[in-house]
């Protein structure tokens, strides 16, 4: 009697452990079905993704530069003294400019890409300068692509009578300018070329630095 008495009680408390007889320990809650699964702080999107940048974000890469657009550039200002030029503001008008006795001309080679390292495709092509002397100066230049406007950036002369054949940028960084251009020996005369000089150019603030050039002989 007694034995039964003492399983029937234990029994009873197993029960009123939960009232419900489901095993969980007292004060165990049931899932709160009630609590939004979004973010704090953020509204209910109903399951939605979030919403995507614009297309028209002001983040969009700037337009690739066009070599046209250089005939009607600016080429020298307060940021770019331009060798072998007159000081002063100077912009071509289709291609050219003349003032001071000096003719300086855009030169056709000419290649698209960035030299700058800010992703947006620069310009880079030739130019020659005309004195009132024998002087025909060649300088490379480096525009930098400003929101799709071409801004001279930086610059390197060529020397007297040194006219360039190519220019070509290269598609993966470091971001240089390799140009082919004519030119002599220390010894040679100043009115014949006979060498075909090939040299690598960076950017290095408002200078194009020479990085390293080969040399193949040349007969016009």
């Keep these: 009697m007694i034995a039964s008495l003492v399983l029937a009680s234990l ?18 809650k049931s899932p709160d079905r009630g609590r939004s699964s979004q973010s704090p702080g953020g509204g209910d999107d ?16 700037a337009a690739a530069l066009t070599c046209d657009q250089l ?13 072998d030029a007159p000081a002063g503001s100077i912009s071509f008008t289709d291609g050219r400019w003349e003032g001071d006795g000096i003719v300086i001309e855009l030169q056709p080679q000419c290649d698209i ?21 024998t002087g025909r100066f060649y300088a490379l230049v480096t525009w930098r692509n400003d929101g799709g406007t071409p801004v001279p950036a930086a610059a390197a002369s060529l020397g007297d009578r040194t006219p360039v054949q190519s ?50 002989p040349y007969t016009p």
Excluded: F, W
């Design 71 to 83: 005939r009607n550039a600016e080429l020298q200002n307060s940021g770019l003294r331009l060798p």
């Design 167 to 216: 220019v070509d940028i290269s598609t993966a960084p470091p971001k240089q300018a390799t140009v082919v251009y004519l030119t002599r020996g220390d010894a040679d005369p100043a009115a014949v070329v006979t060498i075909r000089r090939t040299a690598v150019y960076r950017v290095a603030g408002p200078v194009m630095a020479e990085l390293h050039h080969s040399d193949a």
């Design 113 to 133: 890409g960035d030299m700058t390292g800010d992703t947006a495709p620069d310009a880079v092509a030739p130019v020659k300068v005309t004195t009132e002397g």
């Design 11 to 28: 029994a009873v408390g197993c029960q009123d452990t939960d009232g419900s007889g489901s095993g969980k320990g007292p004060g165990a």
């Design 46 to 61: 109903g399951g939605k993704e979030s919403a995507k940048p614009s297309p028209n974000s002001s983040d969009k890469p």
